[in-house]
């Protein structure tokens, strides 16, 4: 091909000897073609470097064949696992994912001021004429669904619960809380602090309120304890705070709503070599992100959080919204447990971390 001008559909036919029609069934309905021929018409597309005007197929059909997946942040494990399994379940069905990233931040928690383009990528994906769009909301989504509807109709809202006219997908974050505080029970401790940030999103209420449960189930003394933040210094900064509280001999436990708080506590506990763990301090974090990596001075016990079956649920849901007769669903999904040291001491983690199943496990 010379200069700037693109080759064509026409172009293809011309040089492979057969119709507009057999190009386009190649491209669209290979099946319906002569294998012979198809063979020189895909030589043909390849010689000349064709690609499809894909904007002017969906123009002419109103709508792409692409699924948008909206997320808070692809930082986040979680969501990462959410869009491999809305990708790979999207393209078994013949379809495209198209992930949009709104880098949703917590900037002060008090006052509380975030940042996020959830809003922007919803008026892009229902501009696009998507064929669905998969929205992992951090707040109340109904103001931007209804602005959206006469646009998009099947829509998805995943990891936010709030009745509308939508399916959700959603994991069960009292579920977290509380067995990670039933887990550290049935090891023998009974005074537990769990470790948060106020407030600020679904997920986190929720795993508190989760904690609390779980405490009042099991007879234990639970303190709540909030921080400025959900990274590793914010956990670094409890565990100093309640060592220099702990009575001597007292076993405490350290649940972090986030993985980063429960190492950040580890990382104090290795300056304190006569403390030993788990026997006098067991910690273990809620949202599965650390992979338990070998490296590890200590193996962090984690919740395991259900990502990939999460993303595989959207998109039957968003392909069943678009049906006749479909009838909205509300799937709550379990998470899981991965063990470690921190809870179990390292020879009691080798044996006991496959006998406990990972919600989160992707194949």
Known sequence: MTGDKLPTMQAVAEKAGVSLATVSNVMNQPSRVAPATRDRVRAAIESLGYIRNAAARDLKRSRSDGIGLIVPDILNRLFVDMARGAQITAGQRGLSLLLANAVYAFESFDPLVVTDQQDQFLDFFAEERTSGILYAAMSDPTDGINRIRGHVRPIVVINYDQPGDWCSVLMDNRQAGRIAVEHLAGIGVRRVFYVSPPDAAQPIADRRRGAAEGAAGQGLELTEVTTDGLEFEHGSAAMAELLAGRAEGERIGFVGMTDALALG????????????????????????????????????????????????????????????????????????????????????????????????TTP
């Open 265 to 360: 506590a580890l990382g104090v506990l290795r300056e304190h070599p006569e403390l030993r763990i788990p026997e006098d301090v067991a910690v273990i974090g809620l949202d599965g992100t650390h992979d338990g990596a070998r490296s590890d001075w200590v193996s962090l016990t984690s919740i395991t959080l259900p990502g990939y079956r999460m993303g595989e649920e959207a998109i039957r849901l968003v392909l069943d919204e678009a049906q006749p007769g479909h009838r909205h669903e509300r799937v709550i999904l379990p998470v899981g447990m991965r063990l470690g040291a921190s809870t179990l001491g390292s020879a009691a983690a080798a044996g006991g971390a496959a006998a406990v199943g990972a919600a989160g």
